[in-house]
């Protein structure tokens, strides 16, 4: 299985991710229980999938890190703290410390690769970086942490501001970022910015909602249509990606939306997140696909490529 450079980590990756958050939660949103995670992250190993990004949030470091346990020098795992309690006021730096050591414990672990600061939003990256970053760069020494990360919130910050100070100053080796072909501006605003200063990057929202629901698709886009980001004369409202289903080399529309993310510059591993191995499967095949055909991705940037307000949720 392909495998590409976590940015300049020396890590290597499969570029597929599974995510064990999102909407799916790997099939425990709905009451799924641990056994339907398990079931998925076997499947995922078995894939040949490497990486796998957690949080303390979503209720899946305990799962991940049992069914790991065996394969623990193999995967590289990727998890985050919050840094605001209940009514928004910054904790103090040693319980993101403690945050780290319940992780760990949860995980059964000594150690992750990735520790990420979660869904940080633009006016809160000043304070991450004075008062959290030192602290934490103590449990790297200590080898607790591989590697500092954060993770933007691309709902409330579509157009990536957090990240366009965050990557240049040289805290974190890695990044989350939302991208999707509905709103591709990290392809100008992000990706960039991570090449030129060595930061390996973790795709979410790829498919997220509307890249999965026919009517929050078209929902979008109606409301691109109406911001005047899309121009109605270049698409089907009633149907927005009719060129693209009907394609002979295009097997659906999430496939498409794998495809897409995978082959940006600057993209290192794209997350997938499902409760289904089936999707899983095919998730993980459509990230080893080749490139969208010339046509389509010309049209999709030619349609969305001005996007710069939605996320695709
Ligand atoms: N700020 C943050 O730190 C943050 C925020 C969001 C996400 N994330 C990370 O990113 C990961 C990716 O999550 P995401 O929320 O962006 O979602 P995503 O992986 O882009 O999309 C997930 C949605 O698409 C559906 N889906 C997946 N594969 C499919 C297929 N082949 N056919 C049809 N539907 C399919 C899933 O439902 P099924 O379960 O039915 O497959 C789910 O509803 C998360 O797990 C998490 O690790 C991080």
């Keep these: 299985m392909e495998q590409v450079a976590l940015g300049t980590t020396g890590l290597m990756v499969n570029p597929a991710g599974l995510g064990c958050g999102g909407y799916s939660r790997l099939g425990m949103r709905d009451g799924g229980d641990a056994s339907v995670a398990e079931g998925v992250i076997r499947k995922a190993l078995d894939l040949g999938v490497n990486f796998f990004d957690t949080a303390r949030a979503y209720g899946t470091e305990e799962v991940l890190g049992k069914t790991v346990q065996s394969c623990r020098d193999e995967v590289i795992i990727s998890t985050k703290t919050m840094f605001q309690d209940r009514e928004g006021n910054y904790m103090p730096a040693e319980r993101l410390v403690a945050s780290l050591e319940r992780s760990l414990e949860r995980m059964q672990t000594d150690r992750v690769e990735v520790f990420s600061f979660h869904g940080v939003t633009p006016e809160h990256l000043q304070h991450c970086l004075e008062v959290y970053v030192p602290v934490l760069q103590k449990e790297i020494e200590k080898g ?102 009907s394609h002979r080399d295009i097997a659906s529309v999430t496939q498409a939306a794998y495809r897409f993310c995978r082959h940006e510059p600057g993209v290192s591993v794209v997350l997938n997140g499902t409760g289904s ?31 710069r307000s939605v996320s695709g949720d």
């Excluded at 990230?287 to 001005?306: C, K, S, Y």
């Design 144 to 245: 607790k942490i591989r590697h500092l990360g954060i993770t933007e919130s691309f709902m409330h910050d579509p157009t990536h501001e957090m990240l366009k100070t965050a990557i240049p100053s040289g805290a974190f080796d890695v990044v989350m970022v939302g991208f999707n072909f509905l709103n591709p501006c990290a392809r100008d605003e992000v990706f960039p910015l991570c090449i030129k200063h060595g930061v390996a990057t973790q795709i979410m929202h790829a498919v997220r909602r509307a890249l999965s629901n026919e009517e929050v698709l078209l929902e979008t886009v109606q409301q691109l249509i109406k911001s005047g980001e899309v121009s109605a004369s270049g698409i089907n409202a009633d149907d927005p990606l009719d060129f693209l289903k």
């Design 277 to 307: 191995q089936d999707h899983l499967v095919q998730n993980v095949a459509a990230i080893h696909e080749a490139g969208l055909p010339g046509d389509i991705q010309d049209r999709l940037l030619n349609v969305f490529g001005r996007v």
